[in-house]
């Protein structure tokens, strides 16, 4: 599916994409031979899903001059996704990563080679207004922050700017607390990008981390005291909890998945589904549910967006 050059878009998002090398096996990483190759990166995973549900989005980044740069361009083009906004510097690589197999539902090993990766130079001077403003909405992720100060304030500058626009923002905080000098920056920082945005979607972790709070409710009104609009929490097992600042809440049961093969791309399936319900037009309750729903999706395939859905796939699973 190719997107019209001149078509506005739904959602514009921004971030590092890697290659991925996923182990053909288990056990530690150093004794496996074989790897089948895939792409990663929070934000991109989004954009896959975004797209796959028929939605027009475009992703900003920079890859390297390098084949791990051109695979990222050709999964762009195979899922759809407009990459007008994707620049390709000779100066620096493309990063990668290792990924173990696992088959007991535990998180997988992963190992990031991305330290000055041609994404980590992304800055306010790739934020163009006339294509960013194409879009509806924006989707910000804590992991573009933490690449670099300059990522940081393309960042902060996307999202100033989006919203004097007045297009909605969603943030997931998505930690990665070795990318930032330490926590408390990274809690300063990422709070601070939160407060630009219309809905938040933080995990209960990350929530009790980045607040200081415990329970959903506190965590919520944390950020719904700083301007957000609803707060939605991701609260693992028990599904998802959701506030409003109309006063609106409650508890969305989880989807039961009897397979669980990949916990990697969750938390990227769940705002797919609540960002897609949302633009819409659908109530947050049944959002929320959709976000429930692939997030439960992703984790049953081996990769960080091969178990995102198409639209007639979710259909199906109604």
């Not at 929070?42 to 975004?50: D, H, M, P, Q, R």
């Not at 037009?281 to 692939?294: D, E, M, S």
Request: glycine residues 12%.
């Amino acid at each position: 599916m190719r997107i019209n050059a001149n078509a506005a878009l739904d959602v514009v998002t921004f971030g590092e994409a890697m290659a991925m090398f996923v182990a053909g096996e288990t056990g530690d990483l150093a004794t496996i031979e074989r790897f089948t190759k895939r792409v990663a990166g929070a934000e991109l995973n989004v954009a896959t899903g975004l797209a796959r549900l028929g939605l027009k989005v475009g992703w900003v980044s920079r890859v390297g001059n390098d084949s791990f740069g051109r695979f990222v361009c050709q999964q762009l083009e195979k899922e759809g996704i407009d990459r007008r906004g994707v620049v390709t510097d000779a100066r620096y690589p493309t990063g990668f990563q290792l990924k173990s197999k696992v088959e007991d539902g535990s998180d997988p090993q992963v190992e990031y080679f991305r330290k000055g990766s041609a994404a980590s130079h992304l800055s306010v001077a790739d934020f163009k207004r006339d294509y960013f403003s194409q879009a509806r909405h924006l989707h910000l992720s804590g992991v573009a922050a933490a690449l670099s100060p300059s990522s940081l304030a393309l960042s902060r500058h996307a999202a100033q700017e989006m919203k004097q626009m007045g297009k909605t923002v969603s943030f997931d905080p998505n930690l990665r607390p070795v990318l930032w000098p330490d926590e408390a920056e990274m809690i300063k920082q990422i709070n601070a990008l939160a407060g630009f945005a219309d809905w938040v979607l933080p995990g209960l972790g990350e929530g009790r981390i980045l607040t200081g709070h415990d329970t959903p409710e506190a965590i919520a009104d944390f950020y719904l005291s700083m301007g957000v609009s609803a707060v939605v929490i991701k609260t693992g097992g028990d599904g998802a909890w959701y506030k409003t600042a109309q006063g609106e809440k409650g508890q969305v049961a989880p989807f039961l998945t009897k397979n669980v093969v990949d916990t990697v791309g969750a938390g990227d399936g769940f705002a797919v589904g609540l960002i897609s319900a949302l633009l819409e037009g659908k109530a947050l309750p049944q959002a929320v549910r959709r976000g429930n729903k692939i997030g439960s999706l992703a984790i049953q395939a081996i990769g960080d967006s091969e178990g995102l859905p198409t639209r007639a796939q979710l259909d199906e699973e109604d």
